[in-house]
């Protein structure tokens, strides 16, 4: 019941971030619905239902993935709190799969290997969303839905794509990986584990926007639209070129929201 449109357009985005960080391209969404019984459950019940609907199609269709199939079940057991399950389908090369994680150095190299954060501007939209989302809710609870911008995430990935060419075709080695729960936090940690390194993250050079915010919430917050890469250092320069220039994501989503 908590900003039913909100929350079904962020379910979409995050699972479209899913399967785009794996380096491929988003063909259709699928969803498969759980609501409330719309004739006792009353108006509650039904103005939920055309929230959740109105989400999932006003991403899908700003970021031009059509949305393919899926179900939708009526039970009063969902009267309060309906459910959205989303799933995402796309395409990559065999051969071209990306990995969440901290490559491997060639033999007999060390490579200098830094964080590229790409996307929307940290700010403290969705910042605990995860734990929101698996709490009860009631009572003077604040919300902590994350802001979705399907607009931002059609350039965005439109910007991926041109990084998956040049990295496939030079054969560069990257890792790649969407932000999601547990924000930078979650999304370093995960990418240097996963290559067996460790990371030094230096939150004063962090893309936020032009306001105070708290440490904690910079290294945690869940907002929306952004990704992670691991490239060679010697690369990264090159990279945040395709997106500030070549795609100039700056005018897109200005830094200043």
């Given at each position: 019941?908590v900003?039913?449109?909100?929350g ?13 960080c ?9 969803d498969?619905?759980?609501f ?17 609907v ?41 051969d071209g ?12 190299s ?20 995860a734990?929101f989302a ?55 940690s ?43 250092e ?16 700056g005018a ?6």
């Open positions: 019941q900003l039913p449109v909100e079904a357009a962020t379910g979409v985005g995050g699972i479209v971030r899913d399967v785009v794996m380096g491929a391209e988003v063909i259709g969404v699928l498969a619905l759980r409330g019984d719309p004739r006792a459950g009353g108006v509650a019940v039904r103005d939920i239902v055309r929230g959740v109105r989400g999932i199609a006003d991403y899908g269709n700003a970021l031009g993935v059509p949305n393919l199939g899926g179900d939708v079940y009526f039970d009063s057991g969902f009267d309060a709190n309906c459910l959205v399950n989303v799933m995402a389908l796309g395409l990559a090369p065999r799969i990306l990995r969440s994680r901290v490559p491997e150095d060639p033999e007999g060390e490579v200098p290997w830094v964080f590229v954060l790409v996307g929307k501007p940290t700010d403290e939209s969705g910042f605990g969303g734990s698996s709490g009860e809710l009631g009572g003077d609870q604040r919300g902590a839905v994350q802001l979705p911008d399907p607009f931002l995430k059609r350039v965005l990935n439109v910007a991926n794509a041109e990084m998956f060419r040049r990295v496939r075709e030079r054969g560069i080695a990257v890792g790649f990986k969407d932000l999601g729960a547990g924000g930078m936090a979650c999304a370093t995960e990418l240097a584990a996963a290559g067996g390194r460790g990371a030094e993250i230096r939150l004063d050079d962090l893309h936020r926007v032009p306001r105070e915010i708290p440490p904690e919430v910079l290294l945690c917050a869940e907002t929306q639209e952004r990704y992670c890469w691991v490239l060679p010697s690369f990264a320069a090159e990279a945040c070129d395709i997106y500030n220039r070549e795609f100039a994501l897109v989503c200005p830094v200043g929201l």
